[in-house]
């Protein structure tokens, strides 16, 4: 079992069916009140790139990489259309889209997230697959200089700068993204025939964690 730092073609995901997944655990009480619980930290995506699938070129594609692949057994990079920037989607990613840390000025490495804001209550997301040649990192206000600042392993999301960030410097981040995803199925089944008429395959992806 291994990831491969390959991206599902993203032409084949545009279109697909998915988002977050959570899982909550929802006791009734005999008084009729409820008791609701959750083992899970963080939601987990769930996409149908059958959905999206427009040609029998397209079918050719998805063959070829799901073979690559192995079904399930090994992991790779999913762009979710819907989701995928520090910001939103209609804008261009900044330096200052997120407060990823502050310093202490001992600490080098910092971990990209994404937070979900709504009312008083946010979610922070871990961000493990950031997109090549897109994250752009400030201090204070201030953007700074890949390679020259910090480096960033695009494997795990973690940006590590040359020299900690002061006492109480703010360090934020802009960047794109993708989601670690795995096949949820073993097997993929195509009827030419159907598929021209406009019925599509089922091709389930799970994200999984890292």
């Known amino acids: 079992m291994a990831f491969h730092e390959v991206r599902f073609p993203a032409n084949l995901s545009f279109g697909s069916v998915g988002g977050p997944e959570r899982r909550t655990e929802v006791v009734t009480l005999t008084n009729g009140f409820e008791e609701r619980n959750t083992p899970w930290a963080e939601a987990r995506r769930r996409y149908d790139a059958g959905v999206s699938l427009r040609s029998l070129d397209d079918i050719e594609d998805l063959i070829a990489f799901f073979e690559a692949r192995q079904g399930q057994l090994h992991a790779f990079r999913w762009k979710d259309w819907a989701d995928y920037k520090s910001c939103r989607s209609s804008v261009a990613v900044g330096f200052e889209d997120q407060l990823i840390g502050v310093g202490d000025g001992v600490a080098t490495d910092y971990q990209l997230t994404k937070t979900y804001s709504s009312g008083p209550t946010a979610q922070v997301r871990r961000i493990t697959k950031p997109v090549l040649g897109t994250v752009r990192i400030g201090l204070q206000g201030d ?68």
């Open 143 to 210: 953007e700074v200089q890949e390679s020259l600042q910090f480096t960033v392993d695009y494997t795990s999301g973690i940006v590590s700068f040359v020299t900690p960030p002061a006492v109480g410097e703010q360090v934020t981040a802009g960047f794109e993204f993708d989601v670690p995803v795995r096949f949820d199925v073993d097997r993929i089944q195509v009827s030419v025939a159907s598929f021209q008429a406009g019925d599509v395959p089922h091709v389930p992806v799970a994200e999984v964690r890292l």
